[in-house]
């Protein structure tokens, strides 16, 4: 191939890398860098000796390959400001930077005035407020699922909603993946909210929800121990012929609003939540089954906490990225289930994967 006017033969290059001693096996590929700019990327299998069991296997290469195709550059057509925005490249960079808390304002002048850090027992759920990216496989009791949905519902006095939406509108509808024998008294499938009535309506027709919509080192582990998934789509025939070209704007507003409302719901109780920032929506399509007015914004997954809900706080697969030690985890945790559950959830994770 070509590159700022060079030929080059990327084979030329793995076989040099791979003649070093300290390669095993080399991938070169092109793709754009953190800038948009073409240019070669590099995956290598450390040339030391492992043991069998410490050995990179394909699949693991495969997903650090598909991993590095998630993050894009941020992009305003000013070439001077894509520069200073551009991605940082390394760990050490990212963690430098989250240091610097460039947010913070920084004035030169008089003396600012103090704050007070407020106090009482209606902020103790919001101090148990976080995420939780691990769940027990057991079932979720049916009723802990109603009443953390249930938030989403008006008021049965004022008949108002406990969230902000332009004009009153709501256009944002919750859309909720239940997996196979994972929520007490709901079938497997796709529901969706009707606030005004109250209850979740199956949606006919919607496909398996493919875990390979999530990225594959970080979310997907948590989707494989997740109970559901939640995603709030905007309908934008519900708010469009009143805000316009506004309306993406202020229905995002809206499910940020109806995310904190949902997070805080669940605070203190037996379920936990994570959000979810990066999804493949092609792979959601089948699922989702969205109109040409609706557009995905957020989404969430949650199940029953462990016992042990600090260690749920541990992003899944973070300390061991080996699709062996991940598999292996499940395969020991399924084998404590009542034979039946074991078995829907094997099939479901089967299902899911084609």
Not at 98 to 110: F, N
Not at 227 to 239: G, P
Request: hydrophobic share 45%.
């Amino acid at each position: 191939m070509k590159l700022h006017g060079h030929r080059i033969e990327l084979g030329e290059i793995e076989a040099a890398m791979r003649g070093l001693p300290e390669v095993r096996e080399a991938l070169v590929l092109l793709r754009p860098d953190t800038r948009g700019r073409p240019a070669l990327s590099a995956y290598v299998v450390p040339g030391m000796e492992l043991a069998e069991s410490e050995a990179m296997p394909p699949e693991l290469l495969t997903e650090l390959i598909e991993s590095a195709e998630v993050l894009r550059p941020f992009s305003s057509g000013d070439p001077a400001l894509d520069e200073e925005l551009a991605l940082l490249d390394t760990l050490e960079e990212r963690t430098r930077f989250k240091g610097r808390h460039v947010a913070r304002p920084v004035m030169q002048g008089g003396a600012g005035s103090p704050l007070a850090v407020p106090t009482g027992p209606h902020l103790e759920r919001l101090a148990q407020r976080r995420s939780f990216r691990r769940y027990s496989l057991e079932v979720l009791e049916a009723e802990l699922l109603r009443s953390w949905l249930g938030v989403l519902l008006p008021d049965a006095l004022s008949g108002r909603r406990r969230y902000a939406s332009a004009g009153d509108l709501y256009p944002v509808q919750a859309y909720l993946w239940v997996r196979p024998g994972r929520v007490e008294e709901l079938a497997a499938g796709l529901y969706v909210l009707d606030a005004g009535a109250g209850e979740l309506l199956p949606v006919p027709g919607a496909a398996a929800l493919s875990r390979r919509a999530y990225h594959p080192l970080i979310n997907r582990p948590m989707y494989d121990e997740a109970a559901f998934a939640l995603f709030l789509v905007a309908e934008l025939r519900a708010i469009a012929p009143v805000y316009g070209d506004r309306s993406l704007h202020f229905a995002t507003l809206e499910a940020g609003l109806m995310t904190g409302l949902l997070e805080l719901q669940a605070a203190g109780t037996a379920l936990g939540l994570c959000q979810v920032g990066e999804l493949n929506e092609a792979l959601l399509a089948p699922t989702l089954r969205l109109t040409r007015t609706q557009r995905l914004l957020h989404s969430l997954v949650g199940g029953r906490l462990e016992a042990d809900s600090a260690g749920a706080t541990r992003a899944a697969g973070i300390s061991d990225l080996r699709p062996a030690v991940r598999l292996a985890r499940l395969q020991e945790r399924i084998a404590q289930l009542p034979d039946e559950q074991a078995a829907a959830l094997l099939a479901a994770v089967k299902e899911e994967s084609s």
